[in-house]
T-cell receptor, first 114, second 114 residues
């Protein structure tokens, strides 16, 4: 069975602090895909990044970076120099290779205070 | 513009009544999903459909029903059998057969049982 765990329910930081959101997943598949989404107060989920299981290269996009470690089944997300606009709920998700079954974690609510 | 439209945005239902949530997409996606979001529990998969006239149960399908008569539409019916239907419901779509692609989400429907 597939499972995604985001152990941090809520995180609060002050603007300009760095923050890391944790994601741990479980799957028996050897090929799979991982995603991060952002949910602002409006409610609609916004896609941030995807990662294939066979590509463990980390990625940086502006203030965002992602650390994928297959050995520990983790796909963590770091925001550098956080801003108030980063305040949202962030979801990690796991998708199987051979079908469209897509499962999400419980989400982490990030609050960035000015 | 291409996208996913959920309607209505807010919905009130009396106990014992069935209600149908609409989800339409013009992205030409084969796969569509329904998720339920409760505080602290993240997104839970209700049903998903990979092609027209086919759908699979997710983790919490009891008390819900769906149909997929057209590629563009994937309505969700919340039946009176659903014991605690008050929640935020999100519909998503995705390209079939390409599990590494991201899902696109609608803006959600907030259902309240009164």
């Amino acid at each position: 069975a597939q499972k995604v765990t985001q152990a941090q329910t809520e995180i609060s930081v002050v603007e300009k602090e760095d923050v890391t959101l944790d994601c741990v997943y479980e799957t028996r598949d050897t090929t799979y895909y991982l995603f991060w989404y952002k949910q602002p107060p409006s409610g609609e989920l916004v896609f941030l990044i995807r990662r294939n299981s066979f590509d463990e290269q980390n990625e940086i996009s502006g203030r965002y970076s992602w650390n994928f470690q297959k050995s520990t089944s983790s796909f963590n997300f770091t925001i550098t120099a956080s801003q108030v606009v980063d305040s949202a709920v962030y979801f990690c998700a796991l998708s199987r290779y051979n079908n469209n079954d897509m499962r999400f974690g419980a989400g982490t609510r990030l609050t960035v205070k000015p | 513009d291409g996208g996913i439209t959920q309607s209505p945005k807010y919905l009130f239902r009396k106990e014992g009544q069935n209600v149908t949530l609409s989800c339409e997409q013009n992205l030409n996606h084969d796969a569509m999903y329904w998720y339920r979001q409760d505080p602290g529990q993240g997104l839970r998969l209700i049903y998903y459909s990979q092609i027209v006239n086919d759908f699979q149960k997710g983790d919490i399908a009891e008390g819900y029903s769906v149909s997929r008569e057209k590629k563009e539409s994937f309505p969700l019916t919340v039946t009176s059998a659903q014991k605690n239907p008050t929640a935020f419901y999100l519909c998503a779509s995705r390209t079939q057969g390409e599990a590494n692609t991201e899902a696109f989400f609608g803006q959600g429907t907030r259902l309240t049982v009164v």
